[in-house]
């Protein structure tokens, strides 16, 4: 029905940038929360930003001041400028909604998720 597909993963330097996008297709009448989340190796998911429909970004701690999340409404897409990568920014990265498809039925949807290596 609705599928989430990030992209934009990859291998950096500390100190280096990378840029994720998430784009979302299929039967979608409302996004009403978009998000970023990652999970290192041997580590429990964490949110790293997320966006309800209609409000600012909020962030985890570890990523303020150096990560920035946005959305294109009309693209269905959501994106994450990630600056100054530390080592400890190493994990994969999955795109997370809640969609609605009707004004009644919502689902929440997962991407397949993508690699981010932060080593010099």
């Known amino acids: 029905q609705v599928q989430l597909v990030e992209s934009g993963g990859g291998l950096v330097q500390p100190g280096g940038s990378l840029r994720l996008s998430c784009a979302a297709s299929?039967?979608?009448?409302?996004?009403?929360?978009i998000g970023w989340y990652r999970e290192a190796a041997g580590k429990e998911r964490e949110l790293v930003a997320r966006?309800?429909?209609?409000?600012?970004?909020n962030y985890a701690d570890s990523v303020k001041g150096r990560f920035t999340m946005s959305t294109d409404t009309a693209k269905n897409t959501a994106y994450l400028q990630m600056n100054s990568l530390k080592p400890e920014d190493t994990a994969v990265y999955y795109c997370?909604?809640?969609?609605?498809?009707?004004?009644?039925?919502?689902?929440?949807?997962w991407g397949q998720g993508t690699q981010v290596t932060v080593s010099s």
């Open positions: 997370n909604a809640d969609v609605s498809l009707d004004r009644i039925t919502h689902f929440d949807y």
């Open positions: 299929g039967s979608i009448f409302r996004i009403n929360v």
């Open positions: 966006i309800f429909e209609g409000t600012s970004p």
